[in-house]
């Protein structure tokens, strides 16, 4: 593994023949990638490796929105570094955080979520088509948010349960329920630029205290989209919350909403993790149709 980031590097201009890796650790990285952190000189970073037939794709597009998140000029994200690969082998090298020790500055993170949202498009959706975990997550572009999240969101998550066998027929009948209320279910809001997939592993602070946000699902959505997923499994204070509606309030009723808005992280569970989130998508499902 030194060696095949060592050949990363130099390839990207961030070392020197001569120059050593020290200091390799396994880092945790998630369920997809292996990831490591490694010295080089005095610079600290991080990387995720794989080997998955499309991990060419994978990392370029994890690179890519990362960038689009680094442009906003709103949040701070891991400076990507190099995306290299060899064959099947693949790794994205980013600049290693340091995790903080004491202070946490949670209303500096409302506010830097609050600007992220208010980056805007014309149209919700995003010029590529992206991952969310280790599913292709689609972006085709529409004006109507209730029909992008009805069909780019929940319709396609259903398809790959169902062909998987993980949900029946019925199915069908209840979603199109929910499709025919989602107008007045969810308040009309511009698109605003997501993290995507904004749970606590997704983040951390550094020495400094300061935010970071990292694995990105990014797209321009419902901004509600990332709240709700951050109330989905906890793991964020409630000073961020207050600093968010100080700078961007949310319309009356966003709590109620959450559950709502969950319904695509809970059917994307399903399909990574299986049936034991078949109930709980379903019991949330049933409030709303």
């Not at 290299?84 to 020790?101: F, H, K, T």
């Not at 599913?135 to 998550?157: C, G, H, I, M």
Request: charged share 20%.
């Amino acid at each position: 593994m030194m060696e095949f980031l060592h050949r990363a590097l130099v390839h990207a201009d961030l070392a020197m023949e001569n120059e050593k890796i020290t200091a390799l650790k396994t880092e945790y990285g998630g369920s997809i990638n292996d990831a490591f952190s490694f010295q080089l000189g005095e610079r600290r970073f991080f990387a995720k490796y794989n080997s998955r037939n499309d991990v060419k794709q994978f990392f370029s597009l994890e690179a890519k929105g990362l960038s689009l998140l680094e442009n906003s000029r709103s949040i701070n994200v891991p400076l990507v570094q190099c995306v290299y690969y060899e064959g099947q082998d693949g790794v994205l090298i980013m600049d290693y955080i340091e995790n903080g020790s004491s202070h946490e500055d949670w209303e500096l993170f409302g506010r830097n979520l609050a600007a992220l949202h208010a980056n805007s498009s014309n149209e919700f959706g995003l010029d590529h088509h992206n991952y969310i975990g280790s599913l292709e997550q689609k972006n085709t572009p529409s004006s109507d948010w209730t029909e992008y999240f009805a069909q780019e969101r929940l319709e396609v998550q259903y398809q790959y349960a169902r062909n998987s066998g993980l949900l029946g027929k019925e199915w069908r009948s209840w979603l199109d329920q929910l499709y025919s209320k989602l107008n007045s279910l969810m308040p009309v809001e511009n698109p605003a630029l997501l993290h995507g997939d904004l749970w606590s592993g997704n983040y951390k602070f550094n020495e400094d205290g300061v935010p970071y946000v990292f694995d990105p699902s990014v797209y321009y959505g419902h901004r509600e989209v990332d709240i709700a997923m951050m109330h989905l499994f906890g793991g964020f204070d409630k000073r961020l919350f207050s600093a968010y509606q100080e700078v961007k309030p949310l319309e009356n009723g966003w709590e109620e909403r959450i559950d709502l808005f969950n319904l695509y992280p809970l059917f994307v569970h399903v399909n990574l993790f299986g049936g034991s989130y078949v109930t709980r998508l379903k019991n949330v499902l049933n409030n709303y149709i």
